[in-house]
C-alpha cells in the first residue's frame, strides 16, 4: 500500500539557518505530493503541491521537487524564522484524481529559536 | 479556499457513550473526507462521506463504530459509538473543492477525550 516516510523531530534550528524535512514515499504510479502545516493552536493548511515528476512547489519560501527517481518530496527553505516554528506533514494521494484520501507522514516537529 | 466549520469544537465524553461530530462547507464540494489524529501521531483517513449512499471506510475502520452521513453536498456527520478512551482523538473533516479538485482543505477539527 502507500505509505509516506519523513524525518521526526523534533528538529531545532537557529533563525536564518538552512532548513531540510527529508520525505520520502511508496506508491504505484505517480501520486501526487504535498506538504501541510499545522502552527500551534491553529488548524491544518496546505503549504505546497506537486502533482507530477519535477514539479516544484513553493510557498512562502518553502520549494520541495518531486522527484520520481528517489520517491522524494524533500521541504527546504534558505532562511527559516521563528514563525516558522510549527509541524509539518508530508502526504500523498494516489494517482488518479481527487476522488482519494490523503495518506500523510508522522509529522516533523519544527523549532526556530531567535 | 473553503470555510469549513465543524462542530462541537471539543468535548469530554464518558466511555460507553456516542457523540456525533458535525462538518458544514460554504463552498460547492466534491469530495469529503474524515480523518483521526490520535494523540502526538498522524492524521489517519477513517473514510470518504460519500452523498446520498454509505461511506467508504478504510481499513481498520467500520461502519458500526464510526457511522457517516452525508444528506447534501456541504454537510456530513461522523458518530463516534461505544466510546472507550482509546478513542479520544482529533476528528477533522476534509474536503475538495469543484474548483481545486487537487486540493483538500481541513476543518478546524474537533477534540475529544473519553474518560
Known amino acids: 500500500g502507500n505509505s509516506v516516510t519523513q524525518m521526526e523531530g523534533p528538529v531545532t534550528l537557529s533563525e536564518e539557518a538552512f532548513l531540510t524535512i527529508n520525505c520520502t514515499y511508496t506508491a504505484t504510479g505517480y501520486p501526487s505530493l504535498f506538504w501541510y502545516v499545522q502552527y500551534p493552536g491553529e488548524g491544518l493548511q496546505l503549504l505546497l503541491k506537486?502533482?507530477?515528476?519535477?514539479d516544484k512547489g513553493s510557498n512562502k519560501g518553502f520549494e520541495a521537487t518531486y522527484r520520481k527517481e528517489t520517491t522524494s518530496f524533500h521541504l527546504e527553505k534558505g532562511s527559516v524564522q521563528v514563525s516558522d516554528s510549527a509541524v509539518y506533514f508530508c502526504a500523498l494521494r494516489r494517482s488518479g484524481g481527487g476522488a482519494d484520501g490523503l495518506t500523510f507522514g508522522k509529522g516533523t516537529h519544527l523549532i526556530i529559536q531567535p | 479556499s473553503a470555510v469549513i466549520s465543524q462542530k462541537p469544537s471539543r468535548d469530554i465524553c464518558q466511555r460507553g457513550t456516542s457523540l456525533t461530530i458535525q462538518c458544514q462547507v460554504d463552498?460547492?464540494?466534491?469530495?469529503m473526507f474524515w480523518y483521526r489524529q490520535q494523540p502526538g501521531q498522524s492524521l489517519t483517513l477513517i473514510a470518504t462521506a460519500n452523498q446520498g449512499s454509505e461511506a467508504t471506510y478504510e481499513s481498520g475502520f467500520v461502519i458500526d463504530k464510526f457511522p457517516i452521513s452525508r444528506p447534501n453536498l456541504t454537510f456530513s456527520t461522523l458518530t463516534v459509538s461505544n466510546m472507550s478512551p482509546e478513542d479520544s482523538s482529533i476528528y477533522l473533516c476534509?474536503?475538495?473543492?469543484?474548483?481545486?479538485?487537487?486540493?483538500?482543505?481541513f476543518g478546524p477539527g474537533t477534540r475529544l477525550l473519553v474518560l
Open positions: 476534509s474536503v475538495t473543492l469543484q474548483v481545486h479538485q487537487e486540493t483538500q482543505y
Open positions: 463552498s460547492q464540494v466534491t469530495m
Open positions: 506537486a502533482t507530477k515528476a519535477d
